[in-house]
């Protein structure tokens, strides 16, 4: 009953911003750790960005300094703010999280469909 929705990617031009959100719905009791992965054409998929429930971040090199994850918990929300954008960064991005759907429950995984962001020249 778990689902993942990502929303707000689309094209953008270099140096451009962007934000992703995904929102998580259905039974959940706890959400550990939430973040982004992406895949462009003709490559594996990627690690980007994660955020724990105590609000620690990591970020993959070629994003630092450029993308910021963020969460609302109440809304059950992880976000990815990316700033300037390159078109090396035009991918679909998939949102990923940890979720328990009740106390007595164990975590597991949960993907999202995916969004596609495109960086333009």
């Known amino acids: 009953q778990v689902r993942l929705v990502e929303s707000g990617g689309g094209l953008v031009q270099a140096g451009g911003s962007l934000r992703l959100s995904c929102a998580a719905s259905g039974t959940i009791f706890s959400i550990s750790t939430m973040g982004w992965y992406r895949q462009a054409p003709g490559k594996q998929r990627e690690f980007v960005a994660v955020?724990?429930?105590?609000?620690?971040?990591n970020y993959t090199d070629s994003v630092k300094g450029r993308f910021t994850v963020s969460r609302d918990n109440a809304k059950k929300t992880v976000y990815l703010q990316m700033n300037s954008l390159k078109p090396e960064d035009t991918a679909v991005y998939y949102c990923?999280?940890?979720?328990?759907?009740?106390?007595?429950?164990?975590?597991?995984?949960?993907w999202g469909q995916g969004t596609q962001v495109t960086v333009s020249s």
């Open positions: 955020i724990t429930s105590g609000g620690s971040t």
């Open positions: 990923n999280a940890y979720i328990r759907m009740e106390v007595r429950s164990t975590f597991r995984d949960y």
